[in-house]
């Protein structure tokens, strides 16, 4: 083992001690079990609070993204801390249904969850407790659920992963002109191959490629949303394999310290990566769920109901890009404010069909969803508008997957 993987492990085993003590709180009625260095719910607030259920804690970047965008939303509105319950590191089995009741036990009447593979204990929650509203992050099943207690919500983040694509085939370009590559070949470190990662990793693809044309992708799965080591593995594995620039959709920061310590140009993911990665991070695409949690929060307060799929990108001030890192090239910040204008105005859809094939072939418009939805019509894939979770998941021309079978079993979950 070397050195920085080394240096990963102990990190995950530090992670690993936080969350027995994080958990150990979750299971339980008193709120003094939370630790008291975050949000420590009072027992004279009444049956007004609001309960966060977190897939993880403040050592991985989506979850860190939604604590801050919750922070963000509670001081705007003006809501004390006393009011707030946070469980972290919640286990994706029945231990979310518990959870929930815990929260519920506590006085919650307004519960957020923020991973996909809690969907189906949020709703058995929802259907047994009618008078509490539930919010889940990336879901696809509110529509059909048909709970008026039961939301989806998710934001546009594919818009971002294509102007950082962007981002980064300024940086090939730049290798290319200095006759630093042979092959633009770029890596991607996917947790789980499903249409949340696919989408975001093609549009990241056609970022890269509205900039050079003739990039390719390898693309690999890591089996896992919060593995230090996985991700860090995943990430040396693409790069032995000859990938000159890497990017991610996982949530730790293994495949940045893989970048630093080969010299290798980095997208990262949630949070600015380059304090772990100053020679390499070029930018990262974020999420900004203040904008979600003020607004159902609000809503809440109001009496007012919560939309059923709630889904924002840039033209809502949702999704955007960390400052850029010193390995960005010359003219990145104007291509990267170019796209992000041209999706905003209407002008570039990020899955038009002109842009890409499969199979060697252009995607018909008469393709339809399970509902008979045309997904093509007018010569895009419709993206975040008949639902908030990303759908598309098509394997365009140009990227290519390996899949370990070692990783299949963990397939199925996600963060």
């Known amino acids: 083992m ?9 990190a995950a085993l530090l992670s690993a001690s936080l969350i027995i003590a994080a958990f150990a709180g979750c299971s339980s009625t008193d709120p003094k079990s939370y630790s008291s260095k975050r949000m420590v719910a009072s027992t004279d607030v009444g049956n007004n609070r609001i309960g966060i259920i977190y897939v993880g804690d403040e050592l991985e970047g989506w ?9 963000k939303a509670i001081e705007k509105l003006n809501i004390t801390d006393d009011q707030i319950i946070e469980a972290f590191n919640v286990p994706e089995d029945e231990t979310v249904y518990k959870t929930c009741v815990s929260l519920i036990d506590q006085g919650c009447s307004l519960i957020f969850a923020t991973s996909y593979a809690f969907e189906d204990y949020v709703i058995k929650a929802a259907r047994d407790y009618p008078d509490v509203q539930f919010c889940h992050c990336s879901g696809i099943k509110a529509k059909e659920a048909g709970l008026s207690n039961y939301h989806n919500y998710f934001d546009r983040i594919f818009e971002a992963r294509y102007v950082s694509g962007v981002a980064a085939g300024m940086e090939l370009a730049e290798l290319i002109r200095k006759d630093m590559i042979k092959k633009p070949k770029v ?3 996917g947790a789980f191959p499903y249409a949340e990662v696919i989408s975001g990793y093609t549009a990241f693809f056609l970022g890269v490629k509205s900039i050079v044309p003739d990039a390719t992708m390898e693309v690999r799965y890591s089996g896992a949303w919060t593995d230090l080591r996985s991700d ?9 394999d000859g990938c000159v620039l890497l990017s991610q959709h996982s949530d730790t920061a293994g495949p940045a310290y893989v970048c630093q310590d080969n ?13 772990i990665a100053p020679d390499t991070a070029i930018t990262s695409p974020t999420n900004d769920w203040s904008r979600y949690y003020e607004y159902a929060i609000r809503s ?8 059923t799929d709630w889904t924002g990108g840039y033209a809502e001030h949702i999704v955007g890009t960390t400052a850029l890192g010193k390995e960005a090239a010359p003219g990145t910040e104007e291509a990267m404010e170019k796209a992000k204008e041209d999706i905003i105005s209407g002008k570039l859809h990020v899955f038009d ?11 018909s418009e008469d393709l339809t969803d399970d509902n008979g939805n045309k997904m093509f019509d007018g010569g895009y894939y419709h993206e975040g508008e008949l639902r908030s979770a990303p759908s598309f998941d098509l394997m365009i021309d140009g990227i ?7 990783n299949l079993k963990l397939f199925g979950k996600n963060g």
Request: avoid cysteine; charge should be positive.
């Open 2 to 10: 070397n050195n920085r993987l080394f240096l990963v492990f102990i």
């Open 63 to 71: 979850t860190a993204a939604h604590m801050n965008g919750v922070r």
């Open 187 to 189: 890596g991607y470190v």
């Open 232 to 240: 860090y593995r995943t990430a040396q594995k693409l790069i032995d």
């Open 263 to 275: 010299h290798v140009p980095f997208v990262g993911f949630n949070i600015d990566m380059t304090s």
């Open 300 to 307: 809440f307060l109001n009496k007012e109901p919560i939309k």
């Open 353 to 363: 069909t002109e842009n890409f094939t499969v199979n060697g072939k252009h995607i």
């Open 400 to 406: 290519s997957e390996v899949i370990e079978k070692k």
